[in-house]
């Protein structure tokens, strides 16, 4: 199982640069199976305290997981693609 995190936007104040809002896409793909989480997080003046012009990916990507927690969101992940592997309920008509 491959787990990916991406930064799909972030919010900043352009008075200082600092980031207000980081949005987020989680991934995690199972062979045929894929699950993912979409949110944002946000945070409150000059915290986090590195500017805009000095962020990394690798950088927000760690505040992401630290806000989450990494074991809670392969928790859900794993839990939707279990749940696509053992469907509960199905759709269709017998004939």
């Known amino acids: ?13 352009t008075s200082d640069g600092f980031v207000t809002t980081v949005h987020y896409n989680v991934t995690k793909v199972d062979g045929e199976f894929s699950a993912s989480i979409y949110g944002t997080i946000n945070f409150s003046p000059d915290t986090p305290e590195t500017p805009y012009a000095s962020l990394t990916k ?3 990507i760690e505040w992401v997981k630290d806000k989450l927690g990494e074991e809670v969101v392969e928790a859900s992940l794993a839990s939707q693609i ?5 469907p509960t309920t199905a759709t269709g008509m017998p004939w």
């Open 1 to 13: 199982m491959t787990t990916t995190y991406s930064i799909v936007q972030l919010d900043r104040n």
């Open 58 to 60: 690798a950088q927000v």
């Open 82 to 86: 279990e749940a696509q592997k053992n």
